[in-house]
């Protein structure tokens, strides 16, 4: 599973955008894993299930993925745009697309 750390949260609101930063990749076996991992493993923390859904891959390339979340809170057309802030390829813009 791709996976993203978003610090301030998904943005809810069209227009808006927040940093994303592309984190390692989870296996699909961790798909329904919520729990706590202890300090000194990699991703230490509490990990909980924000939403479920499906999602449709409209577009993506090396510096943009278009997608439509039908999730239990997250709903409508995202892009993840490529930031390249301080040299890192490892940080992306996540927005919530106007309608229409």
Request: glycine share 12%; charged share 30%.
């Amino acid at each position: 599973m791709r996976s993203w750390a978003i610090p301030k949260g998904v943005p809810l609101e069209p227009g808006v955008r927040r940093l994303a930063v592309s984190v390692a990749d989870h296996p699909l076996d961790y798909i329904d894993f919520e729990g706590t991992i202890p300090e000194g493993q990699y991703g230490a923390g509490t990990v909980r299930i924000w939403d479920r859904g499906e999602y449709e891959l409209l577009e993506e390339d090396s510096s943009k993925i278009s997608v439509i979340f039908h999730g239990g809170k997250l709903r409508g057309r995202y892009v993840l745009l490529r930031a390249r802030v301080g040299g890192k390829d490892e940080n992306w813009l996540i927005i919530k697309a106007r309608d229409g």
